[in-house]
T-cell receptor, first 113, second 113 residues
């Protein structure tokens, strides 16, 4: 069983479209995150939810909207996609505010054309 | 929060050679975590260091936390092709009572057979 699973794995879409990425974790963790990894491999936190409550909202365009229907799921919706949104988006989860490390999903490679 | 600098950015070694990556911060760190990301993969948690001067080993990997808790290193003895990937350190940051991990710039290791 995959601990943190993301769908889709690949997403190719045109500029201006709206798309969603889904994430689910079966570890019983109480905190989930979205990270963005650019072409230079920099990993940057975007959002974090703890038990369905948004606790971290970094400087991210408001075209990005996370949603957590329950503590095992965290989705990311992106409106009006731009070329610069092309990146790999990783979902992650943790317990104890990350003191035992983060468990990452396999990533969603988003390409905006 | 400030990004953590890692050096070198890239390293190519012959199989069997040793490898070290360094993580440096201008501020004192409460703890430091290390992750490995294989090419095309996702970051995987390796270890956490908490105490000043702490040294931990995992087979051929040796992790150190500086005495001043401002730097950390990961040393791999006798590299193998399976060690290929990007190694990240991550420091804990607290903003508005919420903890998150900020990832370093990463060191990409290539091992030549």
């Amino acid at each position: 069983d995959t601990a943190v699973s993301q769908t889709p794995k690949y997403l190719v879409t045109q500029m201006g479209n709206d798309k969603s990425i889904k994430c689910e974790q079966n570890l019983g963790h109480d905190t989930m995150y979205w990270y963005k990894q650019d072409s230079k491999k920099f990993l940057k936190i975007m959002f974090s939810y703890n038990n369905k409550e948004l606790i971290i909202n970094e400087t991210v365009p408001n075209r990005f909207s996370p949603k957590s229907p329950d503590k095992a799921h965290l989705n990311l919706h992106i409106n009006s996609l731009e070329l610069g949104d092309s990146a790999v988006y990783f979902c992650a989860s943790s317990q104890d505010q990350g003191l035992s490390g983060y468990t990452f999903g396999s990533g969603t490679r988003l390409t905006v054309v | 929060g400030q990004q953590v600098m890692q050096i070198p950015q890239y390293q190519h070694v012959q199989e069997g050679e040793d490898f070290t990556t360094y993580c440096n911060s201008s501020t004192t760190l409460s703890n430091i975590q290390w992750y490995k990301q294989r090419p095309g993969g996702h970051p995987v948690f390796l270890i956490q260091l908490v105490k000043s001067g702490e040294v931990k080993k995992q087979k051929r990997l040796t992790f150190q936390f500086g005495e001043a808790k401002k730097n950390s290193s990961l040393h791999i003895t006798a590299t193998q092709t399976t060690d290929v990937g990007t190694y990240f350190c991550a420091r804990r940051d607290m903003t508005s009572g919420t903890y998150k991990y900020i990832f370093g710039t990463g060191t990409r290791l290539k091992v030549l057979a």
